[in-house]
């Protein structure tokens, strides 16, 4: 059984695409608000992958702001600069996923510990916490960014992630929404739990997640009847 749980945030915590509520007024749209926010999401990753790849490393919320601006012309939307300013200022606005929280105090009232490692800064990764109600179960909040001065799925964050744990690297489990993620945390010796909401096809490259769920409610099932299966034989 883990001790410690290591999550990413966007993406297995909180859903990104949120961010439409705050895009929406400003092009007076829900379908292209919606359009927007997944095309900044996906330029965001690739960012992050090629930049990190090249060791080019360039921080967030400047990274962030510039894939904004990306998918902003991508959709041929000019708008002011208060409003990119503030959206990208309101990124913090993302909503957990609709199983998370009771997930959440699940791993909690099993004893475990629960962190986050994530690409954000610290403060980007704070704000969204408390917007979405997931900071009251976390431990401690380490922005990977900021400390490893690289971006998933780099092995210095893992490396960082393992550090930070305070525990032997086989009582960790590594939590995330995605499988880049999960092949990177699975190179460095972690069990890992691939929370695939998303129902996407596992790439048959030689990697095994530890767990493959179809939400984070039933990670937390899965590790309470684990922990419940030692008590019952004790007794």
Not at 51 to 70: I, K, M, Q, S, Y
Not at 89 to 114: E, F, I, M, W
Not at 188 to 209: K, S, Y
Not at 213 to 225: G, M, R, S, W, Y
Request: aromatic share 10%.
């Amino acid at each position: 059984m883990p001790k410690v749980l290591l999550f990413d945030t966007w993406g297995t915590l909180v859903d990104n695409y949120s961010i439409a509520d705050v895009i929406e007024p400003y092009v007076h749209e829900s379908h292209l608000a919606q359009k927007i926010a997944q095309d900044w999401r996906k330029h965001q990753k690739w960012a992050m992958f090629y930049l990190t790849l090249c060791d080019n490393f360039v921080p967030h919320p400047g990274l962030n702001e510039a894939c904004l601006r990306w998918a902003l012309e991508y959709h041929n939307v000019q708008l002011p600069e208060e409003a990119i300013k503030d959206i990208n200022g309101n990124y913090h606005k993302l909503r957990a996923y609709p199983d998370v929280l009771g997930a959440l105090k699940s791993l909690k009232d099993q004893g475990l510990t629960l962190k986050i490692v994530a690409n954000p800064t610290k403060q980007m990764i704070e704000d969204h916490s408390k917007f979405a109600g997931t900071i009251e179960y976390l431990d401690e909040i380490i922005s990977s960014g900021e400390e490893a001065q690289a971006f998933k799925p780099s092995p210095k964050v893992y490396e960082l992630g393992v550090e930070r744990a305070g525990c032997a690297k086989d009582d960790i489990l590594w939590v995330t929404g995605h499988f880049w993620e999960a092949v990177g945390a699975v190179r460095q010796g972690l069990r890992v739990a691939w929370t695939n909401r998303a129902h996407q096809p596992m790439l048959q490259i030689g990697v095994q997640p530890t767990y493959v769920t179809k939400n984070l409610q039933e990670l937390a099932d899965i590790l309470a009847a684990e922990q419940a299966i030692p008590q019952a034989a004790a007794s």
